[in-house]
């Protein structure tokens, strides 16, 4: 009931193409779902999170997508760029706990 | 420049050694966390601080000890007993006591067996 399952496990797109990276949860009590951006040998960076009450949120060129009755959420970059090159987690929470996906490696090939 | 420094960004343990992860913010955070990275997997709490002095043992623990004597400070040792040690260790903080709010992380410490 506590795992977050992040899919796919790798992603190569085209550059300026649309990068979708899955999430989905099980604990209907999470009202918190952010997603982080890594490159390598630094520490996760906050890109966009979403609370429950919307269905979706955009920044920039990231997008996020929530299904509540679905218990998934995703994450779209439009107009994938090669600096979009990173590996990118999930995660999903609530005041107790934030339960983290096992991380998309996105490359974006010029 | 806020945010939060780690060092080293490279350490070596030698068996039946203790060493010490360093973690400090000086974003005037209440709460500050320790979390383990491995290959494939995803981000696992070791242990988070609220307040100073004050401390709660994450989803993997064992092996692991803390201190919280300062705001800005949130040292992690990892000890002999952690037989697995070897992984890249990420401090983070955040301005509110509740995981639902925004963490920030360091850019982390790698730790290797010798």
């Known amino acids: 009931q506590q795992q977050v399952k992040q899919s796919p496990q790798s992603l190569i797109v085209q550059k300026g193409g649309i990068s979708i990276i899955n999430c989905a949860y099980e604990?209907?009590?999470?009202?918190?779902f952010p997603w982080y951006q890594q490159f390598p040998g630094k520490g996760p960076a906050l890109l966009i999170a979403?609370?429950?009450?919307?269905s979706e949120k955009k920044e920039g060129r990231f997008t996020i997508s929530f299904n509540k009755s679905a218990k998934q959420f995703s994450l779209h970059i439009m107009d994938s760029q090669p600096g979009d090159s990173a590996t990118y987690f999930c995660?999903?929470?609530?005041?107790?706990?934030?339960?983290f996906g096992t991380g998309t490696r996105l490359q974006v090939f010029p | 420049d806020g945010g939060i420094t780690q060092s080293p960004k490279y350490l070596f343990r030698k068996e039946g050694q203790n060493v010490t992860l360093s973690c400090e913010q000086n974003l005037n955070h209440d709460a500050m966390y320790w979390y383990r990275q491995d290959p494939g997997q995803g981000l696992r709490l070791i242990y988070y601080?609220?307040?100073?002095?004050?401390?709660q043992k994450g989803d993997i623990a064992e092996g692991y000890s803390v201190s919280r004597e300062k705001k800005e400070s949130f040292p992690l040792t990892v000890t002999s007993a952690q037989k697995n040690p070897t992984a890249f260790y990420l401090c983070a903080s955040s301005s509110a006591n509740a995981f639902n709010q925004p963490q920030h992380f360091g850019d982390g410490t790698r730790l290797s067996i010798l």
């Open positions: 995660a999903a929470g609530n005041t107790d706990k934030l339960i």
């Open positions: 604990n209907t009590a999470f009202d918190y």
């Open positions: 979403i609370r429950p009450d919307v």
């Open positions: 601080s609220q307040i100073v002095n004050d401390f």
